[in-house]
């Protein structure tokens, strides 16, 4: 599984998840999978219909096993809620009632505040097919909805719990990322630069780059400019040295190579002889 680290501590708590009558299992592995890779680790199901334990949910956690091995069956979202202090209920359709609907990230906020005071949240999710019914939305503190394509609001059960569930992690871990890029090299100084410059610029100068000696100094800056503007390291520009010297031996091979030949100190070599192709 890429990127799972089993030296790292697995991390617990967070808002309960609660699943309204699941109809598959395979959807419950997904919800489950999306839980642990956001840091929830306490699942509810209601009346799931295929049974609990169900083999294909164990399949798709693809290793989330201990939030399964933990979950709590209820018989109907009333017993689910009892001890929960402030739920918000996903839904994709207009209810008329006179609730807040907030957004993932709103939803977020709210959760982390409840939660701070020492209060239990729950995130509850409708069914697969027909998500859940108005009667399920009324026993919510608020509404939970998301920024689809009204022609095609419906989310996957896995999708829909990974959305809410990483911008609740998002918040509640401050955005943390798990890594940076590694910082190996500091930034060249002004000399490690200006050598360079004097370098790439004499070569130029040998090449007949600079063809108008009236827009030299412009080109100069430009180039000049490019490498600034990339924020070179002393490993970039110590590279850089070895491009240009290696051009420059090339070019110099090459013209030592045509002088001979023009010398008549190199024989041509046969036609058909030594090409890629014979």
């Known amino acids: 599984m890429s990127g799972t680290d089993s030296t790292k501590p697995w991390l617990e708590g967070g808002p309960v998840v609660i699943l309204v009558e699941p109809q598959l299992g395979e959807n419950i592995g997904s919800a489950v999978r ?34 399964l091995d933990n979950a709590q069956v209820f018989p109907d979202l009333r017993a689910a809620l009892a001890d929960l202090n402030f739920v918000a209920a996903a839904t994709a359709r207009e209810r008329g009632m006179q609730k807040p609907v907030l957004g993932a990230d709103e939803v977020a906020r709210e959760v982390v505040g409840h939660m701070a005071g020492g209060e239990q949240v729950g995130l509850v999710f409708g069914r697969e097919r027909t998500g859940l019914y108005t009667e399920e939305v009324s026993l919510a503190d608020v509404i939970l909805t998301l920024p689809v394509n009204p022609a095609f609001a419906s ?27 590694p910082d190996r090299y500091r930034l060249a100084d002004k000399g490690d630069l200006l050598a360079f410059f004097d370098h790439i610029e004499r070569e130029l100068d040998a090449a007949l780059f600079f063809r108008s000696p009236g827009k030299k100094p412009v080109t100069t800056r430009n180039i000049r400019n490019i490498f600034h503007r990339v924020g070179l390291t002393r490993q970039d520009v110590a590279t850089l040295h070895g491009i240009v010297a ?10 030592a190579r045509t002088a001979a030949r023009l010398e008549g100190r190199i024989e041509e070599e046969p036609a058909g002889k030594g090409g890629a192709v014979d």
Do not use: C, H
């Open 155 to 181: 989310l996957n059960l896995g999708m829909a719990v990974a959305v809410v569930a990483y911008e609740w992690f998002k918040l509640s871990s401050g955005g943390a990322l798990p890594f940076q890029p």
């Open 34 to 67: 999306a839980m642990g890779n956001f840091g929830l680790s306490r699942l509810r199901l209601v009346n799931p219909r295929e049974g609990w334990p169900n083999p294909k949910a164990v399949t798709f956690a693809s290793g989330a096993d201990r939030i």
């Open 246 to 255: 290696a051009l420059v031996e090339g070019r110099q091979m090459r013209e």
